[in-house]
Structure formats: C-alpha cells, structure tokens
C-alpha cells in the first residue's frame, strides 16, 4: 500500500533559524498523487497548510514551501526563519488519485520553536 | 464557529459495549470521513462518503459502522469495543469526493476498559 515517511521528531530549532522536515512518499496505486501537508497547532484542530498535485510544481503558505519531486518521491516542507507561533505537529500526507477521498499520512513531526 | 462539531471530545467506554461517535460539518461539504489515530501511529483512513452514500470502506471490522440521517452528519458506531478501539477519532469532509483538500474536526478521543 501506500506510504508516508518523514523526519521523526520532535524537532527544535531557535526563532529565525531556518527549517526543513522531509517528506518521501511510496505510492503503489498510482505514478503521481496528490501531497499535501497538514498542521496541528496546540488546542487546534488538524488544518491543511498547503497541496500540491503536479510534479515539478511548488506550493507556498504562511512562509512555508513543499516542491513536489517525482524522482526522488520527497515532498520536503521548508521555511526560511521559522517564529515562535510556527511550533505545531506537521504531517505529510498523500492522496492516490483513485477517487477514494482517502488521504495516506505520515506519523507527523513535532516541531518547537525557541524565542 | 467551529465548521465541523465532533461529540463529544472524550469517551471512556468499557469492552463489549456499544458507542456512537457524532459528527456535523457546517462547511456545505458533499463528502464526509472518519480516520482514526492510535497511539503512536498515523491518521488512518476508514470511510468515505458521498451524498450519503458509502464510496469507500478500509476497515477490517464490521463492527465500525458509519451512519448518515443528513448529508452534513456521519456518526460512527462502534459495536462490541476492544481495548484495541482506544484512539482518537477525526472527522473530515471536502466540497466533493473526488477532492483531496479535506478539513478535519477536533476529534473524539475514546478510551476502552
């Protein structure tokens, strides 16, 4: 079946640091699914952060940019100079296209950053 | 105001009895779902729904029942409870099916003794 593995956390970084969580993907169904990543922030619920369903395209939000890359199967979350209110579980997911709604997530990577 | 109500956020139940997890989207969504995170593990995908109907079903249990009495409400029943049912509950919906861009509720946390 399908697969989602990224960074296993948690990760800490200090404010303005920059910031990277891998995401690789193995999709059996389908060549090219949907990638999305989604955020918990703390009390919240689960809130899509940004998609991307083209390979080679790259999606942006709040800072933060995925690069859907079919060669290697990644789709790694960045942001330049996280802040503090950027501290949050982050999940990679997959969606495989075959018209199912199902959504493949990864464990989710919690990330906290330091004033 | 929250767009999708899950009831309630906690649930403590005992084995071998029956509870029914409540669900309503108020996002005008036509499809609606229910994933499940146990401890330690990743959102897993149970069910989907489109206009109240069944379109996909990845639980091996006949005992996770979804049930749909209006197209923004999908229960989930859950008959005969294990320890091994002790997880989180989320409920999502998006404007069709076929979309991937999905919202999701807080969740119901159920505990079985």
């Known amino acids: 079946g399908d697969s989602v593995t990224q960074t296993e956390g948690p990760v800490t970084v200090s404010e303005s640091e920059s910031l990277i969580i891998n995401c690789t993907y193995s999709?059996?169904?389908?060549?090219?699914?949907?990638l999305f990543w989604y955020v918990r922030y703390p009390g919240e619920g689960l809130q899509l952060l940004l998609k991307v369903i083209t390979a080679g395209q790259k999606g942006s939000s709040r800072g933060f940019e995925a690069t859907y890359n079919k060669e290697t199967t990644s789709f790694h979350l960045q942001k330049a100079s996280v802040q503090e209110s950027d501290s949050a579980v982050y999940y990679c997911?997959?969606?495989?296209?075959?018209?199912?709604?199902?959504?493949?997530f990864g464990d989710g990577t919690v990330l906290t950053v330091k004033p | 105001d929250p767009k999708i109500i899950q009831k309630p956020k906690y649930l403590v139940a005992v084995t071998g009895s029956e509870k029914i997890l409540i669900c309503e989207q108020y996002?005008?969504?036509?499809?609606m779902y229910w994933y499940r995170q146990s401890a330690k593990k990743p959102l897993e995908f149970m069910f989907s729904?489109?206009?109240?109907?069944?379109?996909d079903n990845q639980t091996a249990s006949s005992r996770f029942q979804p049930q749909s009495s209006k197209k923004n409400h999908l229960d989930l029943q859950i008959t005969a409870l294990k320890p091994d049912d002790s997880a989180t509950y989320f409920c999502?919906?998006?404007?069709?099916?076929?979309?991937?861009?999905?919202?999701f509720g807080p969740g119901t946390r159920l505990t079985v003794l």
């Open positions: 729904y489109s206009y109240q109907k069944l379109m």
């Open positions: 996002l005008g969504h036509n499809a």
């Open positions: 999709a059996t169904s389908i060549a090219y699914p949907n």
């Open positions: 997911a997959l969606g495989d296209n075959t018209n199912t709604g199902k959504l493949t």
């Open positions: 999502a919906s998006s404007q069709e099916w076929t979309e991937y861009e999905q919202y």
